[in-house]
């Protein structure tokens, strides 16, 4: 980062910027298949987590509920942290806090997890109709599973995203040799 960088913004975003670029957090993601793994790995516990909260609501569970959220939602924060380090903060820092290359990365991987999220949408008005149409009608049972996933997908696929398009980190160079770069 130069020196005009850290002259920018509020606290909040130079706070932010710090937090982004810690480097206690880099051997979690210092390689491209770590990376793919923590993705994964976050997918996973999404997924679990979103099991848990519609089956412990379809069962009317609320200890179920709290258990399950209680030790899935430490585990999902960790991951989600990971994922914005091993981006830098591409999709959590304010457009300001971004250089041009950073910004031009954000709008690749805002437009390459659009159409994924669009394609998952699809998938599911498909999944809806062929259950009903085998059903003979629409019920609200299957109706909320399936949009509380793709919502999830859908808010969750930028991060997905920008976490495996996410490129290794060039070992240590001095800053005169990345201004030549």
């Given amino acids: 980062m130069t020196t005009r960088q850290q002259d920018w ?6 706070r932010m910027v710090q937090i982004m670029n810690n480097a206690a957090g880099r051997p979690l993601y210092a390689t491209a ?10 997918v996973a516990l999404t997924g679990g987590t979103l099991a848990v909260l519609l089956g412990g609501i379809a069962e009317r569970a ?7 959220i209680a030790i899935l939602l430490p ?16 999709l959590e820092l ?3 806090a971004l ?5 031009a990365d954000r709008h690749r991987v805002q437009a390459r997890a659009h159409r ?4 998952i949408l699809f998938a599911a008005v498909v999944t809806l109709a062929v259950i009903g149409m085998a059903r003979g009608e629409f019920t609200s049972g299957t109706l909320l599973p399936v949009l509380v996933v793709a919502l999830a997908a859908f808010w969750l696929m930028p991060l997905w ?21």
């Fill in 75 to 90: 585990l999902w924060c960790f991951a989600t942290g990971a994922i914005n380090g091993c981006t830098r903060g591409l």
């Fill in 62 to 68: 609320p200890w179920v509920l709290l258990g399950g």
């Fill in 9 to 14: 913004g509020t606290r909040y975003d130079r």
């Fill in 99 to 103: 250089d041009e290359r950073q910004l």
């Fill in 116 to 119: 994924i999220s669009v394609a």
């Fill in 161 to 181: 995203t920008a976490g495996l398009m996410a490129r290794d980190e060039l070992d240590e160079m001095p800053d005169e040799a990345m201004a030549a770069l």
């Fill in 94 to 96: 304010r457009a300001r």
């Fill in 33 to 42: 298949a770590r990376r793919r793994a923590l993705v994964a790995a976050h």
